[in-house]
Each structure stands twice: as structure tokens, then as C-alpha cells.
């Protein structure tokens, strides 16, 4: 029997040809109805998640409290719903071959048991990658196996897949939401060693990313920063960022109420700002459109869910994940001074783990996951190894009933770590492009150079760092501030060699800048009146130039008796005679008299090294 696409039937061997027909016809059923993250009725109680190389199936009659039957972290992945009046089978598939084997078996069997046999197809997922299209090629090779075998007709009736799964711009507002309650919630249990509070959760809406607003303060922007960085284990080579986050938050949340006071106003559009931000320089949105979603089993549509949903096996995956890490030398968040703290394993996992001992004792256990979980009533089937392998090893992790052990890269053993190191990672960081990481540890270091004395040449090295990171990321105003703190850190030094460079890079950025020579002018004289002759010598030579340009001989003339009176001001008496004679000469050149007898006493002052003028 067919598969009936668009009212056209597909029988037979999937030849190349036939599967791009197929394909096309896929793409023109309709999308399905999308109820959004704030309106959907999707929860713990009421849904099924499957995830990656797993399947759920669900007898509507046996289970009326479930209303959904879902999935996340769809990227390359299809989701599909095989679906009648009576039972639903849904497949997270993910480059494993469902058209033969085990698999096929098992899906060939429940689909055989449906009470209503009048079997229709949704698919939610993929992207234009490889890894897709031979998910989809999976997929269809499986239906038409099994609907040439048991007889029937597969109906596909609609999907939001490949080309018709991009994602959108207004799709950042869900995709940072769900990553700042991921974050918070690590936050959390490494501060306060419990989950994040559900309430808090249920108050927060995607809306109030467009709805609501905070004053952008220093305190917001390090709570984001520290926020965007939390993650449960971090490479070794990582290390720096832990120590970031821990001095970021110390320095705001003292207290439970004062993290929750903070999460509030991350919710707001100020905060999306920022961490839209974050995530456009590198890149870190995906591709796609659906990724945490769940099929409404009576009306076929889909909700968007809450990426905070987890299923058991999902926290059993997670905290295998983490405790593979630590075998590859990488750095953990040691939350006190004795522990980690890893997602809780209930009392009632404990306890399954402790009647499957014998089980691990003699090798691995032949019983299914399900039999592990807690006893729901859901017929609920596991296809992943991983997972299985995650079982077997934390089953006998907690048979060893010994507290962990703090890792020797505990944070505390960094907490003095050599502003030295920091810096030459961040030279690292900023090779790779990653110019996010590369700021964060030029500012750490900094931050430790600061408090220790005679370090202007290592200051001036973090802001001229600094400046570049801001210039490669499009930020003018910050990367002229920072080579402005950069000079004057190696004029005070009297770091030749670093001031040349730092020198010539602030002219180009004034340049590039299109900086109004004449308001530089005047903030440089400002500057000279407070003694900060330096960093004014330095604007009044970009201003010089500018007017020179643009003909404006008389306020070039002006300028170069100013960065004479600078030059005089650093004791160097030499280049002050010689930037008089310019002004002189631009005078004399264009018959301009205004000026021209107090540059020349000005000269011959100098000449005569009589005392420095009070008035440029």
C-alpha cells in the first residue's frame, strides 16, 4: 500500500528520483497551527517527551491525562508523528536507520496494534543539512516498508521541515528565554544547591522580553554577563571564565532574595539586548525554527514548550554527561569546599538503583529503562545506548555511596591564578575570533594587574588588548576609550616601544571614527588645563592633520602652537620649538596676521627657556 502525499500515492523502493518527487510534495502540506511559549497548556503533568533516538507511544484511552506528546533539541533531527483516532507513536529520529533492524521491528509492531488502522503522518524538524535529508530518507524508506508489509496507507498531512523550518528573527525572544532559565537554573544549584524556583519560572513570560524594562546598569550587565557564562562543567582550558563569573557575582548577589531580585530583571528587553548581542558576534543561534515543541494529540497542532521540562532519563543523560567530563580533565564549579552539585537523583531513583545492583554486579542490565523510571503508566520505549550506558554507570557510581570528591582544578585552588596566564589566553581567544572570551579575560586580567603595583606596562598591554576587541566588534566609542587608557598606562611607564604603537592605532581610529577635529580640539584643551598633557598632545595631533586637510589654516595654526605648549609642558622643548615654527610658517604662508606675534613669543620663550605659558 502507499504512502499518499498531496493525494498522489509513493509505493514501491524509494529510488532516487521517486525521493525527491516525495520530498517536493512534503514540503507543499500545510504547517501546522503553532501555539506559542506564553499561551501553551504544556507541562509536567500533562505531556511526554521523547528525545533524541527514542519513541513514545501513547493509547489514548489508557492515558487520558496526556494531552501532549513532545520533544527538544530538534537541530538536525526529524520528529515524527504516526498518529489514528486511537494511539499515537511518536520517533525522534537522528541518523539511525528506523527502516530495518531492532528498530523497525519494534516500530513495525506497535503500529500493528493500533486499534484504528486509518494511520495519518505529521513532521516537525530538520534542517538543509546532510544529516537531515538522510534522517527524512530514513523515515520514508520505514513507512514504506511498513505500509507495503501490514497493508496500509500512511496519510501525511502536514509538516514544518528542511527548508520550511528556518529560523526567524522574532524566534530570538523563545531561544533566549529558555537559555536564561537553563543558565539560572545552573546559577542556582551552584550558589544556593537547589533547582530554580518553579514559581519563578511560571511568572516569567517570552513577552516581558518585549514588555518589560529595567535601568541598564553596571549591576544588569554583569549579572547577564555572569549569566550568558554559566555552564555545569567547563574545559580546563576554560578555567579563567569560572573565575570571571564567581568575582561578577560576588560582587551583586549576596543572598537568595538578591539572585532572584536579579533573575527578574534579566527578563525584561534591556536584558534581551544584551544577550541578543552576545549571541549575534558569535553566532550562537541555530539555524532552525522548531526545537522544544510538542504535538497536541487532539488537535494535531503543536506548542512551543519550555526547554526546563526534563523527563527522567533526560536528567539521568545530563548527569552522565557531566560525570564523563571528568575523566578529560576539565573544570568544574566547585560549589562548596567538599561536593559538587550535580541535578539531585531522587530518593526513589536511589532505590532503583539499589534493586538493580545485582543486575550490575554480573554485567549490564537486560532490563529496559522503563522498569528504572518511576512507574508512570506510560508505555514509554528507549532506543538510546547512551542513555543506557549513563544507567548502568551512575547505578554504579551511587553503589560506591561515597561522597565525590572536590577536583584538583577546584575553583579555589584558582582564585590567585596569574593574571599572566589570563592574559596570554585571552591573546588565544582573540586569535580564534572568539573576541566574547577574549574580553572577559583581558578585563580579569586587569582586574588582578590593578591591584598590584608598578604594572602599568601589563595595564596598558589589557587595554590596548582591549581596544582591539572592541574595534574587531564594531564598538568605536569603547575601542578609542581603551587605547586612551592603553597610552597613558605606557607614558607613565615610558614604554617607548608600546607607545609608538598605541599611538598610531588611536589615529586610526579617530579616523575611521570620522572624529570632529574640532570638538577634539576643545576636549583636548580641557584636558590640558588638567594637566593631562599626554593624552591631549595626542588628540591635538589628529585635530592638526584634520584642519590641514580641509584647508582651515587658521585653526591648524592655532592647533600646532597648542601641542607645542603640550610638548613644552612633557619637558620636551625641542618639539615644541619645532610645531611653533609650523604654526608660523602656516601663517605666514596664507598671509593670516591674526595670531602670529603670540606664536612667535611663544617661540621665543621657549628659546630663551623662560617659564611655561598659562594660557595655550
Known amino acids: 500500500m502507499p504512502l499518499i502525499i498531496n493525494n498522489l500515492s509513493f509505493s514501491g523502493n524509494i529510488t532516487t528520483e521517486k525521493y525527491i518527487a516525495m520530498v517536493n510534495e512534503i514540503k507543499k502540506l500545510p504547517k501546522p497551527k503553532v501555539t506559542q511559549l506564553d499561551n501553551s497548556e504544556a507541562n509536567d503533568k500533562n505531556t511526554i517527551l521523547c528525545l533524541e533516538r527514542e519513541m513514545a507511544h501513547v493509547k489514548m484511552h489508557l492515558i487520558p491525562n496526556i494531552k ?111 537559555l536564561m532559565i537553563e543558565k539560572l537554573d545552573i546559577l542556582s544549584r551552584q550558589y544556593f544547591q537547589k533547582s530554580l524556583d518553579k514559581d519563578f519560572i511560571a511568572s516569567v513570560k517570552v513577552s516581558d522580553l518585549i514588555n518589560k524594562h529595567t535601568e541598564c546598569d553596571d549591576n544588569l550587565v554583569r549579572f547577564c554577563d555572569a ?10 582550558s576554560n578555567k579563567c571564565f569560572m573565575i570571571e563569573l564567581e568575582s561578577k557575582m560576588i560582587k551583586i548577589i549576596k543572598n537568595e532574595a538578591d539572585f532572584i531580585n536579579m533573575a527578574i530583571r534579566l527578563f525584561t528587553a534591556q536584558s534581551f539586548q544584551l544577550f541578543d548581542n552576545a549571541y549575534k558576534l558569535v553566532d550562537y543561534y541555530p539555524s532552525v525554527k522548531y526545537i522544544n515543541f510538542a504535538f497536541n494529540i487532539d488537535t494535531h497542532d503543536i506548542s512551543i514548550i519550555k526547554k526546563c521540562h526534563y523527563t527522567p532519563d533526560e536528567i539521568i543523560r545530563h548527569i552522565y554527561l557531566v560525570d564523563c567530563y571528568r575523566e578529560h580533565n576539565s573544570y568544574f564549579l566547585s560549589y562548596n569546599q567538599n561536593t559538587y552539585l550535580i541535578p539531585t537523583l531522587s530518593d526513589q531513583f536511589i532505590q532503583y538503583c539499589r534493586e538493580l545492583e545485582s543486575d550490575v554486579s554480573s554485567g549490564f542490565t537486560s532490563r529496559e529503562l522503563g522498569e528504572l523510571l518511576p512507574k508512570d503508566g506510560l508505555h514509554h520505549y528507549t532506543e538510546n545506548l547512551n542513555t543506557r550506558n549513563a544507567v548502568f554507570k551512575l547505578v554504579k557510581l551511587q553503589m560506591k555511596n ?56 601589563e595595564q596598558g598591554k589589557c587595554y590596548y588588548s582591549l581596544s582591539s576587541v572592541q574595534y574587531k566588534v564594531k564598538n568605536m566609542k569603547e575601542a578609542i576609550m581603551y587605547c586612551e587608557k592603553a597610552m597613558e598606562c605606557f607614558y607613565l611607564d615610558k614604554n617607548t616601544e608600546n607607545m609608538k604603537d598605541a599611538e598610531k592605532k588611536y589615529q586610526v581610529y ?23 598633557n599626554y593624552l591631549a598632545l595626542q588628540q591635538l595631533l589628529f585635530s592638526a592633520g584634520e584642519f590641514n586637510k580641509t584647508e582651515k589654516y587658521n585653526q591648524c595654526a592655532t592647533t600646532h602652537s597648542s601641542i607645542a605648549s603640550c610638548y613644552r609642558e612633557l619637558g620636551n622643548t625641542e618639539l615644541a620649538i619645532e610645531h611653533c615654527d609650523l604654526a608660523i610658517d602656516i601663517l605666514n604662508n596664507n598671509k593670516i596676521k591674526i595670531g602670529l606675534a603670540d606664536i612667535q613669543s611663544k617661540k621665543d620663550k621657549l628659546l630663551s627657556k623662560g617659564s611655561s605659558l598659562s594660557k595655550t
Open 510 to 532: 579617530l579616523t575611521e571614527n570620522q572624529s570632529d577635529p574640532a570638538n577634539l580640539y576643545s576636549n583636548a584643551i580641557t584636558l590640558y588645563k588638567e594637566k593631562c
Open 227 to 236: 549569566t550568558i557564562y554559566a555552564e555545569e562543567v567547563h574545559r580546563n
Open 402 to 457: 561515597k561522597p565525590q570528591q572536590p577536583s584538583k582544578n577546584s575553583l579555589s585552588l584558582f582564585t590567585q591564578l596569574n593574571p599572566f596566564i589570563i592574559y596570554k589566553q585571552g591573546v588565544i581567544e582573540y586569535n580564534n575570533k572568539q573576541y566574547i572570551a577574549a574580553r572577559s579575560l583581558f578585563k580579569q586580567a586587569l582586574t588582578i594587574f590593578n591591584e598590584k603595583p608598578n604594572t602599568y606596562s
Open 68 to 178: 501532549y506528546i513532545g520533544t527538544k533539541n530538534v537541530f538536525q533531527c526529524i520528529f515524527i508523528n504516526i498518529y489514528s483516532s486511537t494511539d499515537h507513536l511518536t520517533i525522534h529520529v537522528d541518523t539511525f536507520d528506523t527502516s530495518k533492524g531492532e528498530s523497525f521491528e519494534k516500530i513495525e509492531k506497535i503500529i500493528d496494534n493500533f486499534e484504528d488502522k486509518k494511520i495519518k503522518i505529521a513532521m516537525i524538524g530538520g534542517s538543509k543539512s546532510k544529516g537531515s535529508i538522510y534522517n527524512l530518507l530514513n523515515i520514508l524508506n520505514m513507512l514504506s516498508n511498513i505500509a507495503e508489509k501490514k497493508n496500509l496507507d500512511f496519510i501525511f498531512e502536514y509538516q514544518a521541515i528542511l527548508e520550511n523550518n528556518i529560523f526567524e528573527q522574532d524566534d530570538r525572544y523563545t531561544c533566549i528565554y529558555n
